[in-house]
């Protein structure tokens, strides 16, 4: 079954879609201004739109109103303070847009102005309803953005190959390979093993031996483990 959803009023008809084509010029049109918006800018990575896709869908609890290979358009019910204050009122709709374009990831949001608030990131209205979508959601996006980032440097290092001219172009001292590895540390699930190794007292340096013996052999060829050494300081805690 389907779910049909009816809006009271029209939002989208105000706001203006951004151009696909960097060349064309941003218009937006003059009754926008009756409204709030906001608009940020995300690393460009091929895997950014269709993980923001899928977030604001499945975890933001958007609806997708429009998508394609290059642009996602949802929209969202929410209770501003106003509404909260007021049940009668209806809830406002969010219109949230992504576009990848070859100049970069755009994001703009779209809000209905609630009465009396035309400017809700000022100082007076630095809590409005808005204002805390627009921080949370940004917020999250660029964060999303930075994780897909992380991805593709450390999977370049696994890649990377001095003989292999395809690789030439990643260098593995101009990435920080520490926070991109802490990173995804955080959104991975952890599995420990106990390993049976010498009490400390006395062992001298067999424990040391047996750990780097164990590491180079599930790093090995034998598991058909695809494994790069990270240019990482031992004195940095990634865990």
Known sequence: SSDIIVLEKCISRNVAIRPASPSCPWTPCWNEY????????????GGVLPLITKRRNEIGGFIILMQDDSRAIFAKFVKSQEEERFPSLSHSVVIYQVLSRTDGIFVDIHMEASRSTFYPFHGTHSSTTFSGIYERVKRRDKDCARNVRSRTNLLAALDYNINRPDTLNFHPKEVNQAEDAMRLIKLSACTKRKLRFFNDQGSGSANELLCSLTTDYITSDSFHTQAAKLTIDQNISIL
């Open 34 to 45: 009756f409204l709030h918006h906001k608009t940020w800018e995300l690393l460009q990575e």
